[in-house]
């Protein structure tokens, strides 16, 4: 397998601009998970999905994220208008164990916004 | 909420010293625990996992971590390290729902620096 593939690996764009992030979780996994991480805030969960249907997104930092699983081998997060301080790593994350929930990482995107 | 606290925010050590890294949850019921690991410029690797049973876990590299029920705590060892396990450590945490995955919940992390 594969295992979690995310694209771009990295992305450098303007403030104001739309960035778009993609993620194939691994083949057969029914969780899906967007985290960021910074320096001073950690690893947070963003938002996640079970069977494709958005469960939790109060991690959702503001009305410019938005996140889309429209299958189960894709999802999407977009950020528009992009800020600098939305500059981050974001990492995709799949899980085939809804119970025990043991969560395989994608390489992450490195986002600078400038 | 649950969250989790790593005490150690950067840790040295030599190399063949031991090592321990501890990790404090806050949460009353059932939950599965995590250790990932980030060597530089890498993704999140899941170094071991706790769910039921035996609390001393072994996971992959020679790393084994003991949870202990009545002090919240899910400490990272080994006995001896290596220069290539410099890396962020990260533990994680997530309640054990048995209905649905949920998001976990992540320290801040401890950098490790092995020295040569």
């Known amino acids: 397998d594969a295992g979690v593939i995310q694209s771009p690996r990295h992305e450098v764009t303007e403030m104001g601009q739309e960035v778009t992030l993609r993620c194939k979780p691994i083949?057969?996994?029914?969780?899906l998970f967007w985290y960021r991480q910074t320096m001073m805030r950690g690893l947070e969960l963003l938002i996640y999905?079970?069977?494709?249907?958005?469960?939790?997104d109060s991690g959702m930092p503001e009305d410019r994220f938005s996140a889309k699983m429209p299958n189960a081998s894709f999802s999407t997060l977009k950020i528009q208008p992009s800020e600098p301080r939305d500059s981050a790593v974001y990492f995709c994350?799949?899980?085939?164990?809804?119970?025990?929930?043991?969560?395989?990482f994608g390489p992450g995107t490195r986002l600078t916004v400038l | 909420a649950q969250s989790v606290s790593q005490h150690n925010h950067h840790v040295i050590l030599s190399e063949a010293a031991s090592l321990e890294l501890g990790c404090n949850y806050s949460?009353?019921?059932?939950?599965?625990l995590f250790w990932y690991v980030q060597y530089p410029g890498q993704h999140l690797q899941l170094l071991l996992k706790?769910?039921?049973?035996?609390?001393l876990v072994k996971g992959i590299k020679g790393f084994e971590a003991e949870f202990i029920k009545s002090k919240f705590s899910f400490n990272l060892r080994k006995p001896s390290v290596q220069w290539s396990d410099t890396a962020e450590y990260f533990c994680?945490?997530?309640?054990?729902?048995?209905?649905?995955?949920?998001?976990?919940?992540f320290g801040k992390g401890t950098h490790l620096i092995i020295q040569p």
């Open positions: 994350a799949s899980s085939g164990d809804r119970a025990r929930n043991e969560q395989f």
């Open positions: 083949s057969g996994h029914n969780s």
């Open positions: 999905f079970n069977n494709n249907v958005p469960i939790d």
């Open positions: 949460y009353g019921g059932t939950v599965n």
């Open positions: 706790y769910f039921s049973g035996d609390p």
């Open positions: 994680a945490v997530n309640p054990y729902s048995g209905g649905g995955a949920d998001g976990l919940t």
